[in-house]
């Protein structure tokens, strides 16, 4: 009978062996396909269990924090002290989901992206808590509450949506991002299931879709603003091309194979009315008889370069969060191409986008990649990591960018252009260069025009670039550009320009 | 027994004879009691743990358990002493080492009993303490009552009848008694006045002492009569009786009470025991076989038993029609976000997993213990059945050995049964985890289980009485 044992104890042996295996397998091989399940909540549900890292602004302002609880189960409650505010940077952190910089920069705010592994293992030897990375923006807290406040005023009461964009030129920080309407996404980090659900309902069918971060996921009509791509392309085409170079500037634009005719805003003529004028006249007018003129002549394919060149159709822009792609399609037809130079037909574009315009040409024509992560820091305050500027694309020739720079200066500033109705007090000496679009909108242009200002500041020495769009606000001079001048005010008196 | 020639120590006074006896006789409890005092340090340190993990404060509470758990394991080691001074020194640290991680789980979880799908109550923790002293207490019975493990053969039919009637007794209640809320199908408990009682746990035990019995008579009928085909013994259609009797057992429970892990370790049992007593593989393959056809016929003929296929083999579908199993699926979440070293004792979410303090309890463990933990906790089992295997081998009884084999084997079926079913490996049958499964029943069969060992491992290593005999002296033999 003992050999039976013995064989019946090996029988025993293999089941254990089998046993250990299929747990090894299980916890040391299979984990992140299995914590990749769609219904996997336990990650998200254990954020809760320790500190969470904060989220800062470059000037210190905390954002986003947990705070102990007193819950019976999450030891930490996610707070956001600033509210709507900085919604659209932050984004919210649920038990179920999360968005914005909570969404992206997740793994280093949870404290398990593989950058802290090493910080992490000597916390555990030492017996430290487990604590996430502080991810500080590059947001600054004046500029964006200028933004916030510029689009509230604007917006507060309507169901029309608007945003802001800055941007520092030179290294493609984002300085202020803000979506509007907004909303609190203390509302989403609670630890009640039922005040949760109810909390993304309503919020999910609030007027304006708050949950959409509109200044960089959603697409507005360009307008005039996509003049500076068309006279970019302009210049672009011939070295002897310059702003004061005499263009065709018609009263009436007849487009070819149609019998619809392109006239100015309000009918008026353009530069003098002899039916020739300077391109910088036609540019701080507006003209849009000389652009279409001009996107005629220049095709849908060059066009569709120089957006390409300032950042349109990249699918793959991410600031960590992705960023919906601006939209230029190539017109079928000439007439279509006068639309598109104008920026209507499909030119589609992100308030993220408008400020990419005066950006690149703010910095000589050289666009950086736009990014919200200034820096990465573990618990003990030391860095991380700290994302490096790059250059997305040489969007212009410096001088092409000194040219269109030049023209942007002339719109604000020179008496007769479009913005200058709001600079007439010169804006306490700042020195504003920018272009006004006003898109027509809706079906048949039924709907109310939308209002899009790009600009950058102080013109001798870029600082900032702002682009601001508001659905249905009519003139961008009337109802972007004074939030633009907010924020640029705002930003440069932090650094002691004024 | 005696040996004529065997020298005698004091005759002798040879130091190597001398040492060799003292070798073979050496009782081992101070092993035992210092197992035993690494077990509980053990089970302290899982609760300081707990409490630190769950809201950084020790409760007086946990004092509280721990105290009546060491009180309990102190008076096991006290009773194992005096009545079985030569039982495995291991059998018994091992087990309250299960048994206390067992209680701090059942604290853990009922620390936060009201996120469990099915809630735990705060005195969760007192009753588990409470069957675990009812469960040592039977450990002490059985070493006080049972002195020698060979009086339970004559019982042999008794035990069966028993044991059978057990099974039964479910089955044949209404559902209002029997029934497990919840899981319709199930019918394997007994309701009574608040408490719940499985009968089948206790029905294992008394049917493999009765299968150790009928085969030590039986043995060389069913290992001998028989033809031979194809290389294979087969045996005779007559002895083919007990085999169909137990199939037939296993079926009813499969059929009439739903619970097909029970079911497939009673098959283990006695295809394992019928394999110890004829050496015999043609049993393994007759067993086998007739396993299999029933639990697939089964498997086809009755949907909570095909439910169990198809959620093994598609868990991760979005219905449970198609086989979805939305309690597996968390379980190996759970055991992933544990990953190697766990999440620590009251770090994790156990709760998220339905049913997590009985038949899932091994995924909590797995979570906040991790690999390492899981896999130290699986060579605990491991162990046990290897020191029942060794008491197997050196005890000299064929109806020891045939019981001590098939405990130990059915205990190591058991764990593998639901181990391997909440880790998908096979499909997954609600079984409880001997020692760590919330609940009574289970603990107080497996602490009978381990009372049992401890006798037959002291019957195995007690030293045959030592001949007083003084060459050119009358011998005298004192008979107790």
Redesign the interface.
């Given at each position: 009978m003992n050999r039976a044992l013995k064989r019946l104890s090996l029988a025993v042996l293999v089941m254990f062996v089998v046993l250990l295996i299929n747990i090894n397998y299980l916890q040391g091989f299979d984990t992140a396909k299995l914590a990749a399940l769609p219904g996997n909540t336990r990650a998200l549900e254990a954020q809760n269990q320790y500190q969470r890292g904060e989220i800062l602004t470059s000037d210190g302002v905390i954002i986003a924090e947990s705070k102990p609880s007193n819950d019976p189960i999450y030891k930490y409650q996610r707070y956001y002290p600033q509210g709507p505010l900085y919604a659209a940077v932050t984004g919210y952190d649920s038990l179920y989901s999360a968005s914005g910089i909570e969404n992206s920069e997740d793994s280093v705010l949870a404290g398990n992206n593989s950058s802290l592994a090493i910080r992490n293992f000597i916390d555990l030897i030492t017996g430290k808590q487990h604590k996430g990375a502080n991810v500080t923006t590059t947001i600054n807290s004046k500029a964006q509450e200028a933004a916030y406040a510029g689009l509230q005023q604007a917006l507060q009461g309507t169901s029309r949506v608007g945003a802001v964009v800055a941007l520092d030129p030179a290294t493609g920080k984002i300085l202020a991002m803000v979506s509007f309407p907004s909303y609190d996404p203390n509302l989403l980090a609670t630890h009640d299931g039922t005040t949760l659900n109810a909390n993304d309902k309503k919020t999910l069918r609030a007027a304006g879709n708050p949950r959409l971060n509109h200044a960089i996921n959603d697409l507005f009509p360009p307008g005039s603003t996509f003049k500076i791509v068309t006279s970019s392309a302009f210049f672009n085409a011939s070295t002897a091309n310059n702003p004061q170079t005499t263009v065709d500037s018609p009263t009436q634009l007849t487009l070819p194979q149609t019998t619809h005719v392109l006239t100015n805003d309000q009918g008026e003529a353009c530069g003098n009315g002899s039916g020739r004028t300077t391109l910088i006249q036609a540019f701080l007018q507006s003209c849009d008889t000389t652009f279409g003129k001009i996107g005629m002549n220049l095709g849908g394919n060059t066009l569709n370069n120089e957006a390409q060149a300032f950042g349109v159709n990249n699918q793959s822009l991410k600031i960590p969060m992705p960023v919906t792609a601006s939209n230029y399609t190539i017109p079928p037809g000439l007439a279509l191409t006068a639309f598109s130079a104008i920026g209507q037909f499909d030119d589609q574009v992100t308030p993220l986008q408008e400020a990419m315009f005066a950006a690149a040409i703010a910095n000589g024509g050289k666009l950086m990649t736009p990014y919200l992560v200034q820096n990465v820091t573990a618990s003990d305050l030391s860095t991380v990591t700290t994302t490096q500027q790059t250059m997305l694309n040489q969007a212009v020739s410096p001088s092409v960018a000194t040219n269109v720079g030049q023209m942007m200066d002339a719109a604000v500033q020179n008496p007769g252009g479009t913005a200058f109705a709001f600079n007439k007090n010169n804006e306490g000496g700042i020195d504003i260069a920018g272009k006004t679009g006003t898109a027509q909108n809706g079906v048949h242009n039924t709907g109310l025009n939308d209002a899009v200002f790009t600009a950058f500041a102080p013109f001798g020495n870029p600082k900032i670039a702002v682009g601001v769009i508001i659905q249905g606000g009519g003139y961008g001079a009337t109802a972007a550009a004074p939030i633009a001048v907010q924020v640029i005010k705002a930003y440069l008196a932090t650094l002691g320009i004024r | 027994m005696s040996s004529v020639t065997a020298p005698t120590p004091a005759a002798s006074h040879g130091p190597g004879v001398d040492e060799q006896l003292d070798l073979v006789m050496r009782s081992r409890r101070r092993t035992e009691l210092t197992m035993l005092i690494f077990a509980v340090g053990i089970v302290a340190f899982a609760f300081i743990n707990v409490g630190y993990g769950l809201?950084n404060h020790l409760s007086s509470k946990m004092a509280e358990y721990l105290l009546g758990f060491i009180v309990l394991v102190g008076i096991a080691h006290l009773v194992v002493r005096r009545w079985a001074p030569f039982a495995d020194p291991l059998l018994l640290p091992l087990a309250a080492l299960l048994n206390g991680l067992g209680v701090v789980m059942t604290y853990r979880l009922a620390a936060?009993g009201k996120?469990l799908n099915v809630p735990m109550s705060a005195s969760a923790t007192t009753y588990q303490l409470l069957y675990s002293a009812i469960g040592i207490g039977l450990f002490v019975a059985v070493l006080v009552l049972v002195r020698e493990p060979r009086v339970l053969q004559r019982y042999t039919y008794t035990l069966g009848a028993i044991g059978l009637a057990l099974i039964a007794l479910p089955a044949l209640l209404p559902s209002s008694i029997s029934g497990v809320p919840g899981s319709p199908g199930t019918k394997i408990q007994l309701r009574l006045a608040g408490f719940t009682l499985q009968p089948e746990e206790f029905a294992k035990l008394a049917l493999a002492a009765s299968f150790a019995g009928y085969l030590v008579v039986k043995r060389d009928v069913l290992a001998l009569a028989g033809r031979r085909v194809l290389g294979i013994d087969l045996p005779r259609a007559r002895d083919l009786g007990p085999i169909l009797v137990a199939w037939a057992a296993s079926l009813l429970l499969l059929v009439f009470e739903g619970d097909i892990g029970t079911s497939a370790v009673f098959m283990g049992l006695f295809v394992?025991m019928l394999?110890?007593?004829t050496?015999r593989t043609s049993w393994l393959l007759i067993g086998f076989l007739l396993f299999v056809v029933g639990a697939f016929t089964a498997s086809k003929l009755f949907s909570h038993v095909g439910v169990r296929f198809a959620a093994w083999l598609h868990p991760?579908a979005s219905n449970e029609i198609n086989g979805g199993s939305?309690q597996l699926?968390k379980g190996?979440?759970?055991?992933?976000?544990?990953?190697?070293l766990g999440?620590g004792l009251g770090?994790g979410?156990p709760y998220?997993t339905t049913l997590v303090q009985s038949d899932f309890v091994i995924t909590a463990f797995?979570e906040e213990l991790?690999?390492a933990g899981?896999?130290a906790l699986?060579?605990i089992?491991?162990l046990i059945?290897?020191r029942g295997?060794r008491t197997?081998?050196s005890v000299k009884d064929?109806f020891s050995?045939?019981l001590a084999?098939g405990l130990?084997?059915m205990l190591?079926?058991q764990?593998?049964v639901i181990?391997?079913g909440v880790?998908r490996?096979i499909p997954l049958t609600g079984i409880t985890t001997p020692f760590l499964s919330q609940g009574g029943s289970s603990l107080v069969a497996s602490w009978l289980l381990i009372g049992v060992l401890a006798r037959l491992s002291d019957t195995a290593r007690r030293p045959p009485p030592r001949p007083i005999q003084d060459e050119g002296l009358t011998q005298v033999v004192t008979v107790r």
């Open positions: - | 809201n936060q996120l394992a394999y110890l007593a050496s991760y939305f699926v190996l979440e759970g055991m992933a976000s544990g990953g190697l999440k770090g979410q998220l797995g991790g690999l899981l896999m699986l060579l089992y491991g059945v290897q295997m197997a081998i064929p050995k045939l084999g130990s084997f190591a079926l764990v593998f181990v391997g880790t490996l």
